[in-house]
């Protein structure tokens, strides 16, 4: 096995983590799911209910809010879902908000070392800041975080795919 990394895109609710879970299944009978969230409240949770009732047996669930690269998967396809709530828990790890600059380092030094492992890595996101300029300073600044993390992930993915209403849009192949 070579490394290959995907990256899947879009809005809320455009179908980004059903076609993830889809592809890793095509790719091996045995995939790794990497869960980054942080559960803050009962909404999301049932959200995250919600993501494990799809999931079958043949899923290796691994719970993993920071440091992707602690764990040894050389050889399987993983699925870290996703990419937004892994930069939130940087975004929001030392205090209120971070040094925006700090978080980007920090999360592109933690991705380049788990991307080191021989394996294939679909990498799940969210296009936030297409719907306009946030109305206060921390979502502005967290816009920024992610669009800039999106944008090296990006610039490192073999492939990426943009879900627009269900349908997968590869931008990178």
Avoid at 34 to 63: K, S
């Amino acid at each position: 096995m070579n490394m290959h990394i995907f990256l899947i895109t879009g809005g809320q609710r455009s179908g980004k983590s059903q076609y993830a879970e889809r592809l890793a299944l095509s790719l091996s009978a045995n995939p790794v799911y990497m869960a980054t969230a942080h559960i803050w409240d009962e909404e999301f949770h049932e959200r995250v209910r919600q993501h494990q009732l799809r999931r079958g047996a043949e899923w290796t669930n691994i719970e993993e809010e920071r440091w992707l690269s602690r764990h040894d998967l050389r050889g399987r396809v993983i699925l870290v879902d996703c990419l937004t709530l892994w930069a939130t828990n940087f975004f929001y790890a030392d205090g209120a908000e971070a040094d925006v600059n700090s978080a980007l380092e920090v999360l592109k030094a933690e991705f380049d070392r788990f991307v080191q492992q021989d394996a294939t890595f679909i990498f799940v996101t969210n296009e936030i800041g297409s719907g306009g300029t946030p109305v206060n300073d921390v979502q502005r600044r967290f816009t920024d975080l992610l669009g800039w993390l999106n944008q090296y992930v990006a610039s490192k993915a073999d492939e990426v795919v943009m879900m627009v209403s269900g349908i997968p849009v590869k931008i990178k192949h």
